[in-house]
């Protein structure tokens, strides 16, 4: 939020498998161990301030403080790879899920390995 403003804002839900399939856009797995990011979004007067690099920063240490995440998963077009790249996430090639013609790139971002930080982080 900025003076009252919602200006950027991320949506994801739990899954249970490694990779995304279509079920992953509808689908909420509760006792998954991937978060599916769906969306990232920022208000089109904040675009090109580092807000959507921030927010997603705070949301990546936040999943490291959950014990049951492994890694973050998120599907986009090719034009978003260099920015989910600074983010940390890497390439895991084309994704299984389309909408219509648009085809994206699956890209992951692995959570594991930081359990000092989780036994550590006072949530």
Not at 26 to 36: C, F, P, Q, R
Request: charged share 15%; with cysteine; glycine share 8%.
């Amino acid at each position: 939020f900025e003076e009252g403003r919602l200006v950027a804002f991320i949506i994801g839900s739990l899954w249970d498998q490694e990779k995304l399939n279509q079920d992953a856009l509808t689908l909420h797995k509760a006792h998954g161990t991937t978060v599916h990011i769906h969306v990232l979004a920022v208000h089109h007067t904040f675009r090109q301030q580092g807000k959507g690099f921030i927010l997603m920063w705070r949301y990546l240490q936040y999943l490291h403080c959950l014990p049951y995440i492994r890694q973050a998963v998120l599907m986009c077009e090719e034009f978003l790879i260099p920015f989910y790249s600074k983010c940390g996430f890497k390439v895991l090639g084309p994704c299984a899920v389309t909408v219509g013609a648009l085809t994206f790139t699956e890209m992951q971002y692995s959570v594991q390995g930081h359990a000092f930080m989780r036994r550590n982080s006072g949530w």
